[in-house]
């Protein structure tokens, strides 16, 4: 279970943009169980094109307008709820739609209707109906990951599935991908269990297994990769458990950042976003959030690696 730093026993959040009910600029607000969030342990965030905002959990859906919670969870019988309760990650698309995962498939919500419409891999024996992980392809279809599966892409109007593990993608390191992220140039990145990264070109979801494409990416601690993310200089960086990866394209140089500041205990690296400010927000397990800033050339200089709250 990916644990979210900022997130264990109450909900904070960032907000510098509005919600459904009210703006509300760089303030910080802290929710939890007693206010309506269904549980203490958030796995994943995401905003949609009306202002709700969506919280992951490991006991439901949670729908937040800005004042109260709206819940959403499974039952008995009904094939139109929420498929699982264990929710891992939900996304809104390019197109304002909820895709949420969960241990029984790949689900979207009808915004419409507010019930759930269901997609499930039986008939595609490589794909776990395990998801763990959704993230957006620039060509509006999904990239997924099913645990000791490899990853999928999902054709989001067809619903076909194109798996990638080992067998059929020989440069691909592990089967264990927890984490993926495709970049502006089209670059799918893959982040292991294990602690190694591969990087893949393709065309309409069709992967490219060519050698040379990615980074010198040699000194990771070899432990698991647990979130990547490109920032407005195209450069890119790891979250990893034992360190924060930053990788410079111009120079095409990577490196491992850690930090020796007083107060900071955790390396282990959970999360990292940029913010309105285009500075980095990370999140440490049992450590906090901070932010770093990357300053306002595309060479960002490792010497100047600092935390800020």
Same mark, same amino acid.
Not at 68 to 93: E, H, M, P
Not at 272 to 300: A, R
């Given at each position: 279970?990916?644990?979210?730093?900022?997130?264990?026993?109450?909900?904070?959040?960032?907000? $510098?943009?509005? +919600?459904?009910?009210?703006?509300?600029?760089?303030?910080?607000?802290?929710?939890? @169980?007693?206010?309506?969030?269904?549980?203490?342990?958030?796995?994943?965030?995401?905003?949609?094109?009306?202002?709700?905002?969506?919280?992951?959990?490991?006991?439901? @859906?949670? &729908?937040?307008?800005?004042?109260?919670?709206?819940?959403?969870?499974? &039952?008995?019988?009904?094939?139109?709820? #929420?498929? $699982?309760?264990?929710?891992?990650?939900? @996304?809104?698309?390019?197109?304002?739609?909820?895709?949420?995962?969960? &241990?029984?498939?790949?689900?979207?919500?009808?915004?419409?209707?507010?019930?759930?419409?269901?997609?499930?891999?039986?008939?595609?024996?490589?794909?776990?109906?395990?998801?763990?992980?959704?993230?957006?392809?620039?060509?509006?279809?999904?990239?997924?990951?099913?645990?000791?599966? /490899?990853?999928?892409?999902?054709?989001?109007?067809?619903?076909?599935?194109?798996?990638?593990?080992?067998?059929? !993608?020989? &440069?691909?390191?592990?089967?264990?991908? #927890?984490?993926?992220? %495709?970049?502006?140039?089209? !670059?799918?990145?893959?982040?292991?269990? %294990?602690?190694?990264?591969?990087?893949?070109?393709?065309?309409?979801?069709?992967?490219?297994?060519?050698?040379?494409?990615?980074?010198?990416?040699?000194?990771?601690?070899?432990?698991?990769?647990?979130?990547?993310?490109?920032?407005?200089?195209?450069?890119?960086?790891?979250?990893?458990?034992?360190? !924060? /990866? +930053?990788?410079?394209?111009?120079?095409?140089?990577?490196?491992?950042?850690?930090?020796?500041?007083?107060?900071?205990?955790?390396?282990?690296?959970?999360?990292?976003?940029?913010?309105?400010?285009?500075?980095?927000?990370?999140? #440490?397990?049992? /450590? /906090?959030?901070?932010?770093?800033?990357?300053?306002?050339?595309?060479? +960002?200089?490792?010497?100047?690696?600092?935390?800020?709250?």
């Amino acid at each position: 279970m990916k644990k979210r730093s900022f997130c264990c026993i109450v909900l904070c959040l960032i907000i $510098s943009s509005a +919600y459904a009910q009210s703006p509300i600029k760089n303030k910080i607000l802290n929710y939890s @169980l007693k206010n309506g969030l269904s549980f203490g342990i958030v796995n994943s965030i995401t905003q949609d094109d009306k202002g709700f905002m969506w919280f992951a959990t490991n006991d439901g @859906l949670n &729908r937040f307008d800005g004042t109260t919670f709206k819940i959403f969870k499974s &039952r008995l019988g009904d094939s139109t709820a #929420l498929a $699982s309760n264990y929710v891992q990650k939900v @996304l809104c698309d390019v197109h304002g739609s909820i895709w949420v995962s969960s &241990r029984n498939g790949l689900s979207k919500f009808d915004s419409r209707t507010e019930k759930f419409i269901h997609y499930k891999f039986t008939s595609n024996r490589a794909v776990k109906n395990d998801i763990s992980n959704i993230i957006q392809s620039h060509d509006g279809n999904l990239w997924i990951t099913s645990y000791g599966q /490899g990853f999928s892409y999902f054709n989001t109007k067809s619903a076909k599935v194109v798996n990638y593990t080992q067998a059929n !993608l020989s &440069r691909l390191s592990s089967n264990r991908v #927890l984490c993926l992220y %495709e970049d502006s140039r089209g !670059l799918v990145w893959v982040g292991t269990q %294990e602690g190694s990264i591969n990087v893949f070109s393709h065309k309409d979801g069709v992967i490219a297994n060519l050698a040379g494409i990615g980074p010198p990416i040699a000194n990771l601690p070899g432990t698991r990769i647990n979130d990547i993310f490109e920032d407005h200089f195209h450069n890119m960086w790891i979250a990893t458990g034992g360190g !924060l /990866g +930053y990788y410079n394209r111009q120079s095409n140089k990577f490196t491992l950042l850690q930090t020796s500041q007083q107060g900071i205990k955790s390396k282990r690296y959970i999360s990292v976003i940029e913010d309105s400010d285009k500075q980095l927000l990370v999140g #440490l397990q049992d /450590g /906090g959030l901070f932010k770093v800033n990357i300053g306002t050339s595309p060479n +960002y200089n490792i010497n100047n690696f600092f935390f800020s709250r």
